[in-house]
């Protein structure tokens, strides 16, 4: 067992959190991808080992620079059901993908859910109505109901990485700010009150990270992270929440106008929203994990 | 990165499950340990010459974590593998390695750590034992407290007040006891639940200069380091494991609605648990020559002992209530000493306080576990 990433993943994280910095705040995830001329290495053979810990690396460093993903979901969602690795799509949809990059922004990447339903309860995946031609002319892609199930659990694995990166910035400004503030003569690091507010706030995001990581290393490496997603979803956004409230409170008054604690604040409600209440997600968990339990082919202990 | 053991730990602890089925039914906990130091299995991490495999820390790691898995007392082996074996591995004398170590990997050899005391628990620097020079060698008085199973104990390693500054950090020293020594005496102090702790009070105890562990009046930042090798929180994790399990056995004894009420509380609490699982191999993973990054530690202290503490809680608070008639069965006593034990995993080997301050002040926060 090891969680150390990898040099190359800990390059990729580097470099978007470098690009996250060096972008106005305005600027969408896909632009500060586009900077680091991500599509290349996605239309390019080596995005067959781009995972889902990359991905999930990626927009944790998204979120911690609270960027707009709509954009940067719809090609992830793209490539997750048009270029699997051994899928007959796979070289033409790649080539799909770097056309609409070039006609960017004009359109949003558009691969949806068509209103036909797969014999088996599944979906069917169209990009009929995209403006690029190259996009529209895709095959239909039809995926059985654990294969769509998959598709959203990936997308709900990606939103909780956002919400990690929340956490862990309201975590840096909140140690900046107490580290740097003084009162009576004392930094407010050196109060427990708040030092230990900061430290349980990392303890919290590490092990939501980490649920997130176990969740995005079962897809890569076994098969369906299935109840762990949603789980991790849960931890994950709980963090969020916790964290960006920390934050305003070490910020004191400040923190009720400061544009980066209010902007942390307001994305980890906003993920809330986009991922589903923690409770939910949990109860989703405990009904997800059920049925696999009691055939003994899983258990919560990867060994 | 990967979430399960690799092949090599995964063989290592196959091993050790081997060893202990073969063991005959009658064998008690040191005999088992015994069993297991004849094989090597005890201190697989330890140099080949001093009985151990040469593996790392996350090998022992796996081995630790099993031992608390199949019952076997793992805070012994925590605090006299780790505490004290690695303490004399990186800071002791050749002539005390040769001693001690074998005997320790070997399972013949237990070992307390003897640093805190009724007026110094959290704050190490406050002790009142002092050890004064005898001719070449010292004589040590005081009284260490909160030593659980110090009854098994060879040796202790003390810590004692060698001389006076005006610096607290200064004129601490470590010395290797032997704790059959005239002047040692026991007491056991009952505790909330489980096998008490000891008061060991050292009464004019004579040890002679090859006792020293380290340098002399600079003991100060060995005693962190001796507490920080038993602190990544594995005895939480094995608690926290078998606690839920025991959990997890009775729910599925309850009637169906009851069991889908407590499901989302059970599956938060499982995932919770593997997270500090992850947080407690990554702290060992930072082993470098036996020495854990102390803030991976800390990250992996609070996550064990937290999720160990919020099983027992749980259990208390939303299970035990739910048990009807099987609330006088064996389950239901184990959960009933985990809820008296809980408070104390946030207090032993190093308080939360201690390990959230490490956290804090780390420069980067949350850098340990990214």
Redesign the interface.
């Known amino acids: 067992?090891?969680?150390?990433?990898?040099t190359q993943?800990q390059e990729l994280a580097a470099a978007i959190r470098g690009q996250v910095r060096r972008l106005p705040v305005h600027s969408s995830g896909w632009e500060v991808l586009n900077n680091l001329g991500f599509i290349d290495l996605l239309t390019d053979e080596a995005a067959v080992g781009f995972g889902q810990?990359e991905w999930c690396l990626l927009f944790e460093e998204l979120g911690a620079g609270v960027r707009d993903t709509t954009t940067t979901e719809r090609v992830r969602t793209f490539i997750d059901v048009y270029c699997s690795p051994n899928g007959k799509a796979d070289k033409s949809a790649r080539r799909a993908l770097r056309d609409w990059a070039e006609a960017s922004p004009a359109e949003p990447l558009l691969a949806c859910r068509s209103a036909d339903l797969a014999a088996d309860g599944g979906a069917v995946w169209s990009t009929q109505h995209s403006v690029v031609a190259s996009v529209a002319a895709l095959p239909s892609v039809a995926l059985d109901a654990n294969q769509d199930q998959r598709v959203t659990d990936r997308e709900l694995l990606v939103r909780a990485a956002y919400a990690i990166g929340i956490a862990?910035r309201s975590?840096?400004i909140g140690?900046q700010r107490?580290v740097e503030r003084e009162v009576g003569g004392r930094r407010l690091?050196e109060q427990?009150s708040?030092?230990?507010r900061?430290?349980?706030g990392?303890?919290t995001?590490?092990?939501?990270?980490?649920?997130v990581?176990?969740a995005a290393?079962?897809e890569d490496?076994r098969g369906p992270a299935g109840?762990?997603t949603s789980?991790?979803a849960?931890?994950a956004v709980s963090a969020a929440v916790a964290c960006t409230h920390e934050s305003v409170q070490i910020f004191g008054a400040a923190g009720t106008s400061d544009g980066e604690v209010v902007r942390l604040y307001r994305a980890a409600y906003d993920v809330t929203e986009r991922c589903g209440p923690p409770?939910l997600l949990?109860?989703a968990?405990?009904?997800r994990?059920?049925p696999v339990n009691e055939s003994g082919a899983d258990t919560?202990?990867?060994? | 990165?990967?979430?399960?053991?690799?092949p090599e730990?995964?063989d290592l602890v196959a091993e050790l499950d081997r060893a202990l089925d073969a063991a005959p039914p009658s064998a008690d906990s040191r005999e088992l340990f015994a069993l297991l130091g004849d094989r090597r299995l005890l201190a697989v991490h330890y140099p080949t010459e001093y009985g151990g495999r040469n593996l790392s820390a996350?090998h022992q790691a796996?081995i630790a974590e099993r031992l608390g898995e199949r019952g076997l007392p793992d805070e012994v082996h925590l605090v006299t593998v780790q505490g004290v074996g690695c303490t004399i591995a990186a800071y002791g004398t050749p002539y005390q390695r040769v001693t001690y170590l074998p005997q320790i990997a070997a399972g013949r050899l237990f070992a307390s750590l003897l640093l805190s005391e009724v007026g110094a628990g959290s704050d190490l620097t406050g002790i009142q034992t002092t050890a004064t020079p005898d001719g070449t060698g010292w004589r040590i008085s005081g009284e260490k407290c909160w030593n659980l199973r110090a009854d098994w104990s060879g040796i202790g390693l003390c810590s004692a007040r060698t001389r006076t500054t005006g610096n607290r950090y200064d004129g601490v020293t470590q010395f290797l006891v032997d704790l059959h020594a005239p002047g040692v005496s026991l007491f056991p102090v009952p505790r909330a639940m489980g096998e008490p702790y000891f008061s060991v009070v050292l009464d004019d105890v004579r040890v002679g200069p090859d006792a020293i562990v380290g340098a002399l009046h600079a003991g100060m930042s060995l005693m962190m380091t001796a507490i920080g090798y038993e602190r990544a929180g594995f005895d939480y994790l094995s608690r926290a494991?078998s606690w839920l399990g025991v959990a997890q056995e009775e729910i599925g004894k309850l009637a169906e609605p009851v069991q889908?009420e407590l499901?989302?509380?059970?599956?938060?609490l499982?995932?919770?648990?593997?997270?500090?699982?992850?947080?407690a191999?990554?702290a060992a993973?930072t082993a470098r020559d036996l020495r854990m990054d102390e803030v991976a530690c800390a990250?992996s202290k609070?996550?064990c002992g937290?999720v160990a503490q919020a099983v027992a809680r749980w259990a208390g608070q939303e299970l035990l209530p739910r048990l009807g008639a099987r609330a006088d069965g064996p389950n239901a006593s184990l959960l009933r000493a985990a809820v008296a034990e809980a408070p104390e995993l946030s207090i032993s080997g190093g308080a939360f306080?201690l390990?959230?301050?490490?956290?804090?002040?780390e420069p980067?926060?949350?850098y340990?576990?990214?």
């Open positions: 067992m090891n969680i150390e990433l990898e993943q810990i862990r975590l840096e140690h107490a690091l427990q708040t030092a230990h900061l430290a349980r990392a303890v995001t590490a092990a939501a990270r980490l649920e990581w176990e290393w079962w490496t109840y762990r789980s991790a849960a931890a409770s949990w109860h968990a405990a009904s994990q059920r919560c202990w990867a060994s | 990165m990967r979430f399960d053991l690799n730990q995964a996350a796996a494991r889908s499901g989302w509380q059970v599956v938060r499982e995932r919770s648990v593997a997270s500090a699982r992850a947080m191999f990554h993973n990250y609070l996550a937290n306080e390990q959230l301050d490490l956290i804090a002040n980067s926060i949350g340990a576990v990214r």
